[in-house]
């Protein structure tokens, strides 16, 4: 009976040796699978958000130099817009000039001469203005130029470390599979060494 017994456990170790070793041998495909598609999935990970970044940096630059070209407008509106100023000033000063000749008075000195002189002055001074408002506005254009070019290089930095951080993550996932593996393997071979003794 005593051997019959030990039999049916030899035969029993057999078959659990056997079920263990297709488990230890499942278990380490499912590992260098799950690492495979983890390192993947980190890499493509990592391209993509590298694309979006990149893909918001053109934007920005983009509208880096709309800002610049509507700076440029700006900046050209006032020289045109302070110059018809100007005629609009020169037609002022002709008008006062006939008025006052018309009416018999000397434009080229005293009270007349004055008039017409503040008239000029004070178009100038619009005119001036008119140009300053407009340089304002350029600025603005400019800065917001400005902010779009940094915005740019931050995203181009923002996609690199992204890229470099799915790489990172990659690596971290093939060197965890790697001690799964490792552990796998000492579990197998702690097993064998224990089934044949």
Known sequence: MCLITSTVTIGALSIS???????????????????????????????????????????????????????????????????????????????????????GMDVTQGTSLDIIEDTAAMGELDALQIQTNYERKALAYEQQGLNFSNESRMDVIAGKNAYKTGMINAAQTGLNGVSKLTNVASKWVSFGSNTTT
Request: proline share 0%.
């Open 17 to 103: 040796a056997a079920v263990a070793n297709a488990m230890l041998a499942v278990g380490a495909v499912a590992t260098i699978a799950s690492t495979a598609l983890g390192t993947v999935s980190s890499v493509r990970q990592g391209k993509q958000q590298q694309a979006m970044y990149n893909y918001q940096a053109k934007v920005a630059e983009e509208n880096a130099k709309i800002a610049n070209k509507n700076a440029a407008n700006e900046r050209q509106t006032g020289i045109e817009e302070a110059r018809l100023q100007r005629m609009k000033t020169l037609q002022a000063v002709g008008s006062q000039q006939a008025a006052m000749a018309a009416n």
